[in-house]
């Protein structure tokens, strides 16, 4: 059965402070792996990787896949209040069957 | 994302009740998604659907029925509705003539709150 898992579920960060949120996968025939950022709302998109060892970056959010291993890291540097929110992992396969997510970590930064 | 949108965006009801949760989407995606939201239990997928002439079970579609009125329109029914079905539902869409990036685009969700 195909599964994504995060770790930690939940984080409380200072602002300025630098954070690695984790997200390991087994997927049958993989083929991306996504990340979304959830505040109180819908899920909104932040990087899809497809291959690895290549880092995506988006301002102070970057992400980097490991195909070998199965797992991929979304660090945010220098976190502000408004990174607070769920972030879910989501591995998706050749497009027969949905995405798989995971059950997301929850961050806090606190001032 | 305007481009999905779902109707109530709130609903409180009763016990045994029928209710339906409606999806529509502009985007032209072909495939269409229902999934329900609980506190630590991350996003679990009722339906989903390929196409109109598709329907899928996901992993928690018991008490749950759908029906995929048109490529754009994905509704979500509870039969009778019961308490623990209280939760936030989401719909999604993704493009599968596009499907090597596999992005789910959700709309606003629902609140359902069943007494």
């Known amino acids: 059965e195909d599964k994504v898992v995060q770790s930690p579920l939940s984080l409380v960060v200072h602002e300025g402070d630098t954070v690695t949120l984790n997200c390991s996968y087994e997927v049958t025939n993989f083929r991306s792996l996504l990340w979304y950022k959830q505040e109180k709302k819908a899920p909104t998109f932040l990087f899809m990787l497809?291959?690895?060892?290549i880092e995506k970056k988006s301002g102070r959010l970057s992400s980097i896949l490991d195909k070998k291993e199965l797992f991929s890291i979304l660090n945010i540097t220098a976190t502000q209040t408004g990174d607070s929110a769920v972030y879910l992992c989501?591995?998706?396969?050749?497009?027969?069957?949905?995405?798989?997510f995971g059950k997301g970590t929850r961050l806090s930064v606190i001032a | 994302d305007a481009d999905v949108t779902q109707t109530p965006r709130n609903r409180i009801t009763k016990t045994g009740k029928r209710i339906m949760l409606e999806c529509s989407q502009t985007?032209?995606?072909?495939?269409m998604y229902w999934y329900r939201q609980d506190p630590g239990l991350g996003l679990r997928l009722i339906y989903y659907s390929f196409d109109v002439k598709d329907i899928n079970k996901g992993e928690i579609s018991d008490g749950y029925s759908v029906s995929r009125q048109a490529q754009a329109k994905f509704s979500l029914s509870l039969e009778s509705a019961i308490p623990n079905q209280t939760a936030l539902y989401f719909c999604?869409?993704?493009?599968?003539?596009?499907?090597?990036?596999?992005?789910?685009?959700f709309g606003p969700g629902t609140r359902l709150t069943v007494l």
């Open positions: 989501a591995g998706g396969n050749s497009g027969n069957t949905p995405l798989v």
């Open positions: 999604a869409t993704s493009d599968y003539t596009n499907r090597g990036r596999n992005e789910q685009f």
């Open positions: 497809t291959s690895s060892g």
């Open positions: 985007k032209g995606h072909d495939r």
